[in-house]
């Protein structure tokens, strides 16, 4: 059973890091095209990041630049290091996987909240 | 980027009743298309891929339809555990959602 299991979020502050993690079981995370997704309070769902098998990156152009993906294979993780927070980043964080373009499994997410 | 249009916002059916939702896409996408169910608190889950395939485990009164820019998902007989918000979602450049539709009690 595929299980992904997302942590690190909390409250921060405007200007702030934080770094996410996915912890995958079930699955081989540097074998798989992997995604964050994230969620707005009350909103809708917006693609974040993605990493393919091969190591290729890719952002969404809200956080190019501030996010950075990877992963650790030793620990079957996947991560998001998010520097530089505003307001309009605080969301709940999905990670997923994508491997034909759609998002077949996804952990529970983890709320980050950027606040003063 | 593609823009996905959902609608209705809202759709009010009672128990029972056949629920229809739209989805459109700004340029065509040819059968690149999702549906996800998210239930509050909980993570979107995978319905239909590839505009018609229902994903594993997903009850036959579930069935997406369309091709290009114009994409149906329906719900045959609604039951009470199908209440929840829906997205379509479009893999065909990049990963785009649309702003979901709302299937509430009527």
């Known amino acids: 059973e595929v299980q992904l299991v997302e942590s690190g979020g909390g409250l921060i502050q405007p200007g702030g890091s934080l770094r996410l993690s996915c912890a995958a079981s079930g699955l081989t995370v540097s074998s798989n095209y992997m995604s964050w997704v994230r969620q707005a309070p009350g909103k809708g769902l917006e693609w974040v990041s993605i990493i393919y098998s091969g190591g290729h990156t890719y952002y969404a152009d809200s956080v190019e630049g501030r996010f950075t993906i990877s992963r650790d294979n030793s620990k079957n993780t996947l991560y998001l290091h998010m520097n530089n927070l505003g307001a309009e980043d605080t969301a709940v964080y999905y990670c997923a996987t994508n491997g034909e373009g759609y998002f077949d499994y996804w952990g529970q997410g983890t709320l980050v909240t950027v606040s003063s | 980027e593609i823009v996905m249009t959902q609608s209705p916002a809202t759709l009010s059916v009672s128990p029972g009743e056949r629920a229809t939702l739209s989805c459109r896409a700004s340029q065509s996408l040819s059968s690149n298309l999702a549906w996800y169910q998210q239930k509050p608190g909980q993570a979107p889950r995978l319905l239909i891929y590839g505009a018609s395939t229902r994903a594993t485990g997903i009850p036959v009164r579930f069935s997406g339809s369309g091709s290009g820019t114009e994409f149906t998902l329906t719900i045959s007989s609604l039951q009470s555990e199908d209440f929840a918000v829906y997205y379509c979602?479009?893999?065909?450049?990049?990963?785009?959602f649309g702003q979901g539709t709302k299937v509430e009690i009527k």
């Open positions: 979602q479009q893999y065909n450049y990049w990963w785009t």
